[in-house]
T-cell receptor, first 117, second 116 residues
Framework: AQKITQTQPGMFVQEKEAVTLDCTYD???????LFWYKQPSSGEMIFLIY??????QNATEGRYSLNFQKARKSANLVISASQLGDSAMYFC??????????????FGSGTQLTVLP | ETGVTQTPRHLVMGMTNKKSLKCEQH?????MYWYKQSAKKPLELMFV???????ENNSVPSRFSPECPNSSHLFLHLHTLQPEDSALYLC???????????????FGPGTRLTVT
């Protein structure tokens, strides 16, 4: 069965420091996508970054980077220069094929990040 | 108005009520999704529509009934719900998958449902 594991239920980081949120995945499908989403207390899921299974380079989007280690099946999110507004729940997710041409987004259990002033 | 909107934002209903959740996207997407987010549990995919056709129903009880009249609108009709159905219901949209690529899903703010 395919699944996403986030082993850190909660993380604390000092403002302006970097933080790494862990994510490991398990799939036998060679084609998959990995996503990170941020969910503030308001509830909306905000897309942060994407990594395709065939991408050779690690994805980066501003202060976010994805440390993709395919052999270890890990896709850790690195947030540089943390800001108070980064405090939120962070979800790792993976797309897998569904019937027909659709694909399913499967989420991990999330990591609650708190940025300390 | 842009993005994905959901109404109502909050809903309290009794177990014998019938209500509907509405989702609307202004992003030109053709795939839409309903997710359920319960406390302390990962998001659960409920329904998927690709070009208005339902492509997935993840063993969701029949008291939840989706409707997708066009690619911009998605409804979730609720009837005779149980207290354990209380959760945050999130709608999302994305480009369709027929091109073989991966596309991020854009989420609405969710409807916080409480069943009493």
């Amino acid at each position: 069965a395919q699944k996403i594991t986030q082993t850190q239920p909660g993380m604390f980081v000092q403002e302006k420091e970097a933080v790494t949120l862990d994510c490991t995945y398990d799939t036998s499908d060679p084609s998959y996508g990995l996503f990170w989403y941020k969910q503030p207390s308001s509830g909306e899921m905000i897309f942060l970054i994407y990594q395709g299974s065939y991408d050779q380079q690690n994805a980066t989007e501003g202060r976010y980077s994805l440390n993709f280690q395919k052999a270890r099946k890990s896709a850790n999110l690195v947030i540089s220069a943390s800001q108070l507004g980064d405090s939120a729940m962070y979800f790792c997710a993976m797309t897998l094929p569904l019937s027909g041409s659709a694909r399913q987004l499967t989420f991990g259990s999330g990591t609650q990040l708190t940025v300390l002033p | 108005e842009t993005g994905v909107t959901q109404t109502p934002r909050h809903l309290v209903m009794g177990m014998t009520n019938k209500k509907s959740l509405k989702c609307e996207q202004h992003l030109g997407h053709n795939a839409m999704y309903w997710y359920k987010q319960s406390a302390k549990k990962p998001l659960e995919l409920m329904f998927v529509y690709n070009f208005k056709e339902q492509t997935e129903n993840n063993s969701v009880p029949s008291r939840f009934s989706p409707e997708c009249p066009n690619s911009s609108h998605l409804f979730l009709h609720l009837h005779t719900l149980q207290p354990e159905d209380s959760a945050l219901y999130l709608c999302a949209s994305s480009h369709p998958w027929e091109a073989g690529g991966d596309y991020e899903q854009y989420f609405g703010p969710g409807t916080r449902l409480t069943v009493t």
